[in-house]
């Protein structure tokens, strides 16, 4: 019984350890409620979508929102989204619903609608920036009118089993709850409303309720050392090998043709050993006096995927010191550091407009000019490597430590011989 106990103690605890980011401890989806008026058979609510995730957005083809309805609710119209499945409306005579499904599925309209259409933060295709990115453009909106609910406060039941997908699976949403009712400001700043009623639901992610496997790796390289550390071998899985492009493959030209043509995000990878569809390479170029450089290289070895708004997130400890960052593609990089929680470690970030799919210009890469703190410094001991990457908020895989790039011993009884050899001279001339 008490081994029992234990393990369902270390399960649920590494379950809860699974969703928990160090990097991002308060990432999250917030979906919230606010009842703006009463209907004669139910309510108009005003339901948001905000990313918190420092880190991680919702790229395309956008969120998806589900639920179930306590009662046999029904969505009587909805502005700025839309149900994918309007289910069975046959007891209704006359106005049919828009939706009449006990588990009902929603999602953004896309760009372009008409503007009766539309709501405040809508009609973007449910593409979210992450919160580190752009908060004005990390929230999405929507509206519906509710029907066969309650009419007041102590009659409305909450939803419950809240989904989400965005756009893929990892995201895990508790129980709404009710909480303090929003407060609005009018445009003119003079005037406070409220909604009549709100709750929210919070929708965490995990990377590996998402994927069996990482999603990219990591490769490293220096000057002192002529070994290139590759990712391992089978990094994010090697049983789909037999379904990969070889880079010399004649089927190449026209699986490119048709990625540029489709888009449709379907993994189709170029055969590498580590079989990740990003690898990030880290390489340490040069050694100055007061300064050190580095080269960050992205590669996408997805042949159907073209990752828009991407983001990387670098852990190293002489990040705060960085000079300046050079970008050699087509579009800058934008770079800035900033310190973690524990103030121990110093995060970079990276946003750009575009990875395109792989091939001939499928990667991106920049330069760093980093300062060098002169009581932490050191090449020795893979200091000089970062400490955890992210590549659009999930971790990236690394080698591991004991095959990093080595300075080589001989460097230092060079730089010793040097000295002693710079005395015997010094020697020889006052002797003189």
């Known amino acids: 019984m008490r081994t029992l106990v234990s393990v369902l103690f270390f399960l649920a605890i590494f379950s809860c350890a699974a969703a928990y980011d160090p ?151 508790g129980k709404a709850r009710i909480v303090p009712p929003t407060i609005f400001l009018t445009s003119a700043g003079r005037r406070r409303t409220q909604a009549l009623m709100t709750w929210n639901v919070t929708c965490s992610y995990s990377q590996l309720q998402a994927r069996k496997y990482p999603s990219c790796c990591v490769s490293l390289s220096s000057f002192y050392n002529s070994t290139i550390v590759h990712c391992p071998s089978c990094t994010c899985g090697c049983q789909d090998k037999r379904n990969c492009i070889q880079s010399d493959s004649k089927m190449l030209s026209v699986v490119e043709d048709d990625a540029k043509r489709k888009g449709n995000g379907l993994p189709l990878l170029q055969c590498t050993r580590h079989m990740c569809p990003v690898r990030v390479h880290w390489h340490v170029m040069l050694n100055y006096k007061e300064y050190w450089r580095v080269k960050v290289s992205i590669t996408n070895f997805n042949y159907q995927m073209n990752y828009t708004h991407w983001t990387l997130v670098m852990q190293h400890p002489n990040f705060n010191n960085v000079t300046q960052v050079f970008s050699f593609d087509y579009k800058p990089l934008i770079a800035y550091s900033s310190i973690n929680d524990t103030g121990m470690f110093y995060g970079m970030k990276f946003f750009n407009d575009r990875l395109v799919q792989a091939g001939e210009f499928g990667f991106v890469q920049s330069e760093m000019l980093l300062q060098k703190d002169k009581n932490t410094f050191t090449l020795r001991e893979g200091w000089a490597f970062p400490r955890k990457v992210y590549f659009n908020g999930d971790e990236c895989q690394f080698p591991p430590p004991d095959v990093y790039p080595f300075l080589p011993n001989s460097a230092q009884k060079i730089l010793l011989s040097f000295s002693a050899l710079i005395s015997l001279f010094f020697f020889l001339f006052i002797a003189i």
């Open 23 to 173: 990097l991002d401890p308060n990432g999250n989806i917030t979906v919230k409620w606010d009842i703006m008026s009463w209907t004669p058979d139910g309510y108009v609510a005003a339901v948001t979508v905000n990313n918190f995730q420092m880190y991680r957005h919702i790229m395309s083809p956008g969120w998806t929102l589900g639920w179930t309805w306590a009662r046999r609710e029904v969505i009587w119209a909805a502005v700025g989204a839309e149900a994918t499945e309007q289910g069975d409306c046959s007891r209704f005579k006359g106005n049919v619903p828009h939706c009449c499904k006990k588990t009902p599925t929603f999602v953004d309209l896309l760009p372009g609608v008409p503007y009766n259409q539309q709501f405040t933060n809508c009609c973007k295709g449910g593409v979210l920036s992450a919160w580190g990115q752009d908060p004005s453009t990390a929230v999405s909106s929507f509206q519906l009118s509710v029907g066969s609910a309650g009419t007041t406060n102590r009659t409305v039941r909450l939803p419950r089993n809240f989904t989400l997908l965005g756009p893929g699976t990892g995201y895990t949403c």
